[in-house]
């Protein structure tokens, strides 16, 4: 039996662009217009790939991938924080159980996808914040990353961990607190240079309250760091590559 087509509404295209929320496998002729959230290149093998995070108008996100052949040829209209369109691409599904943002799919980039700068759609800022309440609470679906938002406390010193998986045989690592509006306390963890650079600015910052974002973090349980009350406490990381 073949595919069954999606049908739209005209709520699943705005000015001749699909809404995030409407891209899936069974159609293959898309056109969106899209803001780079986040572009990052990813080591593959031999070779490379190019991962980004893209928003609508519409606050719902997605990932895209562009190959190592092709990433020469989009690189330099690839530009955070810019609003593009991009029509002729592929929409495959997300393999791996973990995700950046909750989207089952994400945009492939072929030879022949177009990219164009445009005006901005919207200025509203992406960002898909979690109570803390809920992270501890184990509701939060552990294999899709959060943000998070708090106050800074308890930042500890930063570390050296040896590691055979690293290219350079160690890594930096960073463990601190956020602390939200009802006073509830979150331990959180930073790898590699986000660690050096986190480190620096709080060591440099002269004001006794510090409030951070941060984006595309994932839960995680330690056994290092728990509490009288609990064998494994929640701990939130953001490693270097975050969305690899």
């Known amino acids: 039996m ?4 999606i049908p739209f509404t005209s709520d699943s295209c705005d000015g001749g662009y699909f809404h995030i929320a ?3 496998p ?17 080591s593959r093998g031999s070779g490379r790939e190019l991962n980004m995070i893209l928003g609508d108008e519409h606050f719902t996100q997605i990932q895209a991938v562009v190959r190592d052949e092709l990433i020469d040829n989009y690189l330099s209209r690839l530009i955070i924080d810019e609003w593009v369109s991009i029509k002729n691409f592929d929409v495959s599904r997300v393999k791996s159980i973990l995700r950046p943002i909750p989207h ?17 759609c919207s200025s509203r800022t992406y960002f898909n914040l979690t109570e803390f309440v809920s992270i501890l609470s184990g509701i939060v679906n552990p294999n899709i990353c959060v943000d998070v938002f708090g106050k800074i406390v308890i930042v500890r ?8 998986e690293h290219s350079q045989g160690r890594y930096f690592e960073l463990y601190f607190g ?3 509006t009802e006073c509830i306390h979150l331990e959180c ?26 984006k595309f ?15 494994q406490v929640p701990i939130i990381t953001r490693k270097e590559n975050a969305m690899e």
């Open 22 to 24: 409407s891209l899936n």
């Open 157 to 164: 010193e930063l570390i050296f961990v040896p590691s055979v």
């Open 178 to 180: 956020l602390r939200d």
């Open 189 to 214: 963890r930073l790898t590699g240079d986000l660690a050096v650079e986190f480190y620096d600015l709080w060591k440099h910052c002269s004001r006794n309250t510090v409030i951070c974002i941060i």
């Open 217 to 231: 973090v994932k839960l995680e349980l330690s056994q290092e760091h728990r509490n009288p009350e609990n064998d």
């Open 104 to 120: 089952r799919f994400k945009i492939v980039f072929r030879s022949d996808t177009l990219v164009q700068s445009i005006n901005m």
């Open 26 to 42: 069974n159609m293959g002729e898309w056109s969106v217009s899209m803001k780079i959230l986040n572009c990052l290149s990813v």
């Open 2 to 5: 073949g595919s069954t087509m």
